[in-house]
């Protein structure tokens, strides 16, 4: 991506989401108060490369009328990473975990419209989500990025898989299985947990094995050059399933680019799926009031999910 595209999606992915005019019903409306308890990621010193900031500042922008969280927070300037963790009940839980990676640009973290909401979701889906605010690479300024890219990336990319081992070491607890641990992401957070699922940017420290995730969900990712240079994704002989979805309107992470790097995916075997929106644009979320298709992405990705075996069919077709 070009320096003046870099700067047009981060200009872009900060402003207000406007919400939608028609009245939604029916669905209980959390509040950021009433969210699962945030928690540190890392106890002691964090993996990756140093971060640090004077301070981590947040936002508050208007609340969709659809929002499950009842809330709109960005945050910047992180430097301590946290998570949540939305566990699905008992009584429904498939085994099946995720961390939840939102976007941002790498700038900010849309903390919830791009995680809590979806996190909210999926728990009534029976799958318990783990909803990362990692580390970001733009100071106060908000012009540049702090961090050269490489630095930068090998820490973000050690919180990512920070997360997936938390929901492997607590899955018992969870009612997880191990081997059904994924990741997924939005915009820039695809990037990250596309990086992941590719192993890039791994620290010499971690503990590959076991933070790799078993599937992927990349929600209009973040197709930096890094992940679709020459043999980035050729050099691979296993790569976990892929779940891909865009706007075909979307100007900052085009849907051409998408289809480009899922036929690459594709081409290696891996059981993926891609699924592209007329309508939506960029950073559309869930989905709702951005026309009738968009919103069942989400049913769409569960339904991959159970035809790749991860969730059990209850049904035959």
Known sequence: MNQSLLFSFIRNFSKPF????????????????DLPAERSLWKGVPGGNAIQFDKESVRSHKVSVHSLSGSNRVFSQVFESSYTIHQAPETIATGVGIVICPGGAY?????????????????????TSLVLKYRTNYGA????????????LTAV??????????????????NLDPEKIGIGGFSAGGHLALSVALGLYADSGSNTELSAPNFAGLFYPWLRDDLTSEGVVEKHDHLPPMFFMNALNDRLTPANRCIDFFT??????????????????????????????????KKSFVAWLTDTGFIERKTEY
């Open 18 to 33: 406007i919400c939608g005019a028609l009245a939604y019903c029916g669905v209980l409306h959390l509040t950021a108060a």
């Open 157 to 174: 990319v050690a919180d990512a898989r920070q997360g997936i081992q938390i929901l492997r070491n607590e899955a018992t607890s969870l």
């Open 107 to 127: 700038r900010d973290v849309w903390l919830d419209r791009e995680g809590h909401d979806l996190g909210i979701w999926l728990q009534k889906q029976g799958i």
């Open 141 to 152: 300024e908000q012009s540049k990025p702090k961090y050269p890219w490489p630095e930068y």
């Open 264 to 297: 690459r995916i594709h081409s290696k075997g891996a059981p993926s799926e891609l699924h592209i929106y007329s309508k939506g644009g960029h950073g559309f979320d869930m989905g709702e009031g951005k026309g009738a298709s968009a919103p069942l992405w």
